[in-house]
């Protein structure tokens, strides 16, 4: 697994990685980079070394599928030790990429020659982890405290040249990588490595404010990670690099990393990481795959409807290198082309490329998107409109063009029985805003075909995002089940909570944003009109029922009530908490929502009690995650990994956690089953608190982990 030649008539020994495709550090491949560098090293005709990887690729980092079980093989860290104590100059030749222990192997080379489109990183913390192979004390030795508390607690890849910027590789070339190291490594064998070039040996450039450095370190970290654990042990690890001497910097470094690695975070997030690839390779529920299907080349797309979403879906296709025609009303069309236009522009200095605004072509007529490929439908969010709309794309487009619809939640199969295509119909689901938010939920029908689904997943796959495949039902799956999380929400305020309560008690957990500070800035009006039009709004209650009672089923609707005020979040600069005005965006208590929820709670004969934190989280999340059961027992997800996935990258749940159905497994599914019980006998006339029968199932299976959940899913399934 590591391959061992001599050139430049034996003087210099090429030592090549070989694990494809990224060439990562299995026990295989360490104990052939140990016997390969010791070859090199007692070999008097060998003056130096250089260490590559296969195929372009220097190395990916560790094999994250033998963090299942026990390590065997040699360990990391004496490895590189033994690379950096040889007499005998080592230079690694960086192509591809050098991330995780596969840059903490560069480390500990002497020299480090980096081709020009490699990207190197310490992703480690976005496995819950820190970079333990000496990564978080060679590196502040290297670039510098700042500098490697930012790489390290981040987990961020840098280009070569950012790298060589900062001083991590010596040499970016545009030429064969390989070629200029070995030259390289002739010119300066026979040197002596001492001093600078074993980074272990190197003082540490602590800054005169080191303590002020770390404490911004940890504020920032504590801001933005949520409550994640392993980027405080990285800022640790590298405040150890600065006041320790080496070898207790690495005793500190060991430490803090056995306390992460097999943490529940850990767990999570690793978790999180097999599951977007489980993703990728998308199936049906039943467990058949339909990735064998070839998708069809989209080349040029159409988007109808520049609104919000539809401009960021025209830039996401843009940025792809996609050519797009942009349908809009004649009225809308200038401001919309100005929007679009600014949008690409700022994307493009971001990333220092050319905007690509020759891709966009603009028209107020259907007629045309005659001969594109693919058609991503984006106007408002109305059955009618939409049934329209799909009537005329199936007697303009040419044969064979895929019609999409980016609907929250309606109905799939409907408008594709508007069309004379129906197998070439799946929805498309963005979120918010398009160009930037990485879920897309692919939603297919019974009659869609399966080249229609492995087209829309392939064109997401191209537009970065984390494409998920999931059956058509009211709300998909992440809508669906943000529906009884939203309503449990409010009937707790009913019941005595206030906004800031629930929210500062998800938000403690993790999540990205608070129910109602979410509710706010989404627009409560959004939300007002879906429920007018399914009729849930106005009076319709039987006689003698209190407002809130519906069809025998209960039903919140202060969220109506607050909408006819005109309070409808930011936009208005009022909903569920008070701003600097239309459009302000910090939140503030507001005392007028607070006396209109104890005037409603009056007004309906509700008793104000006071509500422990534990029962937010519970009453949100449980319901939420029943309701995932109940659409792993509709077949609406292949897997636990597909909701995981999608409350992960497209409703922030925060990844340490990994997904409602990994913390379900978590937490422990009788534990989960024992307090829906609870509540639903509590509240019986809110159905969806009742246990699935899938959930009972799995508890009375053991409560398997969660990989094995789907073995029980098959067999639920075949019963029905």
């Not at 007697?395 to 609907?407: D, E, M, Q, R, S």
């Amino acid at each position: 697994m590591a391959q061992y030649t001599r050139v430049s008539s034996g003087t210099v020994a090429v030592i090549t990685l070989q694990n494809p495709p990224v060439n990562a550090l299995s026990a295989a491949v360490r104990q052939g980079i140990v016997d390969t560098v010791q070859r090199a090293l007692s070999d008097s005709n060998v003056k130096s070394v250089v260490i590559c990887g296969k195929n372009g690729k220097f190395c990916g980092g560790a094999d994250i599928k033998e963090f299942a079980g026990p390590m065997s093989g040699p360990e990391l860290v004496p490895m590189i030790h033994a690379i950096e104590a040889g007499d005998k100059p080592v230079v690694a030749a960086i192509e591809g990429m050098a991330f995780g222990g596969g840059l903490e192997l560069a480390l500990g080379c002497h020299y480090r020659i980096a081709h020009s489109k490699a990207r190197l990183g310490l992703p480690e913390v976005t496995l819950g982890l820190l970079p333990a192979a000496g990564g978080s004390q060679r590196l502040p030795r290297l670039i510098g405290v700042p500098a490697a508390l930012e790489l390290i607690t981040t987990g961020r890849h840098v280009t070569a040249a950012e790298a060589l910027k900062l001083g991590i590789v010596d040499q970016v070339v545009d030429e064969n990588t390989l070629q200029v190291a070995v030259k390289f490594a002739l010119s300066v064998a026979g040197k002596s490595v001492d001093g600078h070039r074993r980074l272990s040996t190197r003082p540490c450039p602590a800054p005169p404010d080191l303590d002020a450095l770390i404490e911004g370190a940890m504020q920032r970290v504590h801001r933005s990670s949520r409550g994640a654990v392993a980027p405080i042990a990285c800022i640790q690890a590298v405040t150890a690099a600065a006041t320790l001497p080496y070898s207790e910097g690495m005793e500190r470094e060991r430490e803090l990393m056995a306390t992460l690695f097999n943490s529940d975070q850990a767990r999570a997030l690793q978790y999180c990481f097999f599951a977007q690839r489980t993703v990728g390779r998308w199936r049906m529920p039943s467990g058949a795959h339909w990735d064998t299907s070839k998708p069809v080349p989209v080349r040029k797309a159409a988007v109808i409807g520049l609104g919000t979403m539809g401009r960021g879906i025209a830039v996401a296709l843009a940025q792809t290198g996609i050519s797009v025609v942009a349908v809009e009303t004649q009225q809308q069309l200038a401001e919309a082309k100005q929007t679009v236009t600014d949008m690409l522009e700022r994307g493009a200095q971001r990333r220092g490329v050319a905007a690509p605004l020759d891709l966009v072509q603009y028209s107020p007529d259907l007629k045309a998107v005659a001969d594109v490929d693919l058609v991503i439908e984006a106007v408002f969010e109305d059955m009618t409109l939409k049934e329209k709309l799909f009537q005329q794309l199936s007697a303009v487009c040419k044969p064979g063009t895929l019609l999409c619809t980016n609907t929250s939640g309606l109905d799939v199969d409907r408008l594709a029985s508007r069309t004379s295509r129906p197998e070439l119909v799946v929805g498309m689901h963005f979120f918010a805003p398009a160009h930037v938010m990485k879920l897309l939920e692919v939603v297919y029908g019974p009659r869609s075909c399966p080249s229609a689904v492995a087209t829309a997943m392939h064109l997401g796959k191209r537009m970065g995002k984390v494409s998920v495949a999931v059956g058509n039902c009211p709300g998909f799956v992440g809508n669906r089940m943000l529906k009884p999380y939203l309503e449990q929400a409010n009937f707790l305020l009913e019941e005595g909570a206030t906004p800031e309560l629930v929210d500062q008690v998800l938000e403690e957990f993790g999540m990205a944003m608070g129910v109602f500070r979410m509710s706010d800035l989404s627009g409560l009006d959004v939300g007002w009109r879906i429920r007018k039009q399914d009729g849930q709004t106005g009076p319709g209650v039987a006689p003698g029922q209190p407002m809130r009672v519906r069809q025998g089923r209960r039903y919140s609707p202060l969220a109506d009530l607050i909408c006819e005020q005109g309070w409808f979040g930011q936009k208005t600069g009022r909903g569920w908490y008070d701003y600097d005005g239309p459009g302000g965006r910090t939140a503030r208590s507001d005392p007028r929502l607070h006396r209109f929820l104890e005037e409603y709670r009056a007004q309906h004969g509700l008793v104000t009690r006071s509500i422990d934190p534990q029962e937010v989280l519970e009453r949100c999340f449980y319901t939420l995650i029943n309701e995932g059961f109940r659409i792993l027992e509709d077949g609406i997800a292949a897997g636990p990994e597909d909701i995981d996935a999608i409350y992960v990258f497209g409703y922030g749940w925060p990844r340490h956690r990994g997904g409602p159905m990994f913390y379900a497994s978590m937490v422990g599914l009788a534990a989960v089953l024992e307090r829906l019980e609870h509540y639903h006998q509590v509240h019986q006339d809110v159905p969806y608190l009742e246990p699935s029968s899938l959930l009972r199932r799995l508890v009375a299976n053991g409560s398997p982990p969660i990989q094995k959940w789907k073995e029980i899913i098959k067999g639920l399934h075949s019963q029905l």
